[in-house]
């Protein structure tokens, strides 16, 4: 049987969040209903999903959507394109069945970042969430995180690190003690293959494999900055280069000067005039038209999406 709790026992490690691990530990023993799967109240969130990942809360999402139009039950009618995440952990399964329905309508996902105290206030009052040590995204959840078909970055700040953590999936304690060492080894290995398969379906690198059946059952290890932008951040891969291919119309010449002169900007150096009207030229020529032309791709593929979801 694969079941798919993942307990978080252990603190995180980042400084930034040591004053909160003694209620993280607390606190984890009482995580242990279903997701509360919810439409937000803000306009800028529109699905929240918050605590332990359950089997049932794959039905509770669809129960969200109306299956004959495809849009959410809130308010007459409302087109979801995002799912935010608040969770530390709970059934594999279930978080795979949520991760493909999400990957089928094309949502993109968002979860908790180590933002400061102020702004970490104001999001948890926009999503409305019911109990703060719910405010990551951890084992079970990352699996839900990277069936996104894009993940979100809500603060792309280098110093602000995304509180998505990974670790070992495994069989309960009273599945282990019904198996022999032999059937405990061959469930083990089963468990790898199937989270393979997961990751590969949603253009995950497997080093992500490596890395979580390297790390603890009752230890978490959060992905680090530089790992996030890297592998995990924005559009998947394939449909990076696919949107890049219709949308990014400027010469290689223009592409570069202007990464170049991005990267100054960036770095706070001081650009001389001509630099600065140049680096305005070309954001105007070739920033503004992708960005319109991506919004009308990307609304296109989940319109489609929703179509093909509902049979229409």
């Known amino acids: 049987m694969l079941l ?14 040591i004053s909160a691990v003694s209620g993280w530990l607390a606190s984890f023993v009482a995580l242990t209903n279903a997701a509360d799967i919810r439409i937000s109240d803000h306009p800028s969130y529109d699905i929240v999903l918050e605590g332990t990942i359950s089997p049932g809360d794959y039905d509770k999402l669809r129960d969200l959507i109306d299956p004959g139009c495809g849009v959410l039950k809130y308010n007459g009618r409302l087109e979801s394109t995002s799912i935010f995440l ?12 949520i991760g493909r329905l999400i990957r089928a309508l094309r949502w993109e996902t968002r979860i908790p970042f180590d933002y400061p105290a102020n702004l970490r206030r104001k999001i948890e009052a926009a999503i409305s969430l019911k109990n703060s040590n719910s405010f990551l995204c951890t084992s079970a959840c990352f699996f839900v995180f990277v069936a996104g078909f894009m993940r979100s970055d809500d603060f792309p700040s280098p110093g602000i690190n995304p509180v998505l953590g990974i670790h070992r999936p495994h069989l309960s304690d009273a599945d282990l003690k019904v198996l022999s060492a032999s059937q405990a080894m061959a469930s083990a290995a089963e468990v790898r293959t199937v989270v393979e398969m997961y990751l590969k379906e949603m253009a995950v690198s497997l080093k992500y494999a490596d890395l979580m059946f390297s790390i603890p059952r009752d230890k978490v290890r959060l992905i680090s900055r530089a790992e996030f932008d890297a592998d995990l951040s924005g559009y998947v891969p394939e449909i990076k280069d696919w949107i890049n291919a219709r949308c990014d119309k400027g010469t290689d010449v223009e592409k570069r000067l202007l990464d170049v002169l991005e990267e100054r900007f960036g770095r706070r150096e001081r650009l001389s005039p001509e630099d600065n009207a140049l680096r305005g030229t070309l954001l105007k020529k070739l920033l503004v038209p992708k960005i319109d032309c991506e919004h009308d791709v990307i609304e296109k593929l989940r319109k489609d999406a929703l179509r093909a979801y509902c049979g229409l």
């Not at 798919?4 to 969040?17: D, E, K, L, Y």
């Not at 952990?89 to 279930?94: I, P, R, Y």
């Open 4 to 17: 798919s709790t993942f307990p978080m026992r252990s603190a995180m490690r980042r400084s930034i969040f």
């Open 86 to 97: 608040a969770s530390p952990g709970g059934s594999l399964t279930e978080a795979m069945k």
